[in-house]
């Protein structure tokens, strides 16, 4: 199967990276190679020949010999895009992964199709929303019901 929209880069251009300089680096460096997207297209063949069971992020590493943060970033990753989603039973305490073409085989009960956000995920949405408004301030003013909706989606994010 071929996955034209390979990588999914949902956090600046890249796959995600853990917050230092080198892991920044690598992760811009793998979308900017190929390594990214031949690592999720390889992962969603894997997904798709195991079948509607899926597997877990363990399961799936060892098969393709992918480590931790490789595996686990990138079923993130493919799970926000849609091409994958996750089963709410556990196996071996954790939930697996299923490649979405079998996603009729179960009830919404079931799944989760998008991942949760994390307080991180949540704040940083906030963070963009508010530097959208002030962009949009400078540009058309600040009126006191702007300045208001700033200053409380600054309370809410300290």
């Given at each position: ?104 085989f179960y009830t ?5 199709d998008s991942p ?28 006191s019901e702007r ?12």
């Open positions: 199967m071929t996955y034209p929209e390979l990588p999914f880069l949902p956090y600046d251009g890249t796959g995600g990276h853990a917050g230092s300089e080198a892991s920044r680096l690598r992760a811009e460096a793998e979308a900017d190679d190929g390594t990214l997207a031949d690592r999720q297209a390889l992962i969603l063949d894997y997904l798709e020949g195991v079948g509607a069971g899926g597997a877990t992020w363990a399961t799936t590493g060892q098969a393709l010999n992918l480590h931790h943060g490789q595996v686990s970033g990138a079923l993130s990753n493919l799970h926000q895009a849609g091409a994958v989603f996750m089963l709410r039973k556990r196996n071996n305490r954790s939930h697996p992964y299923v490649h979405v073409k079998y996603r009729s919404d009960a079931e799944v989760h949760k956000t994390t307080k991180a995920g949540q704040r940083r949405v906030r963070l963009e929303e508010l530097v959208a408004a002030c962009r949009d301030g400078l540009v058309s003013g600040f009126d300045i208001a909706g700033i200053v409380k989606a600054l309370d809410e994010l300290a």
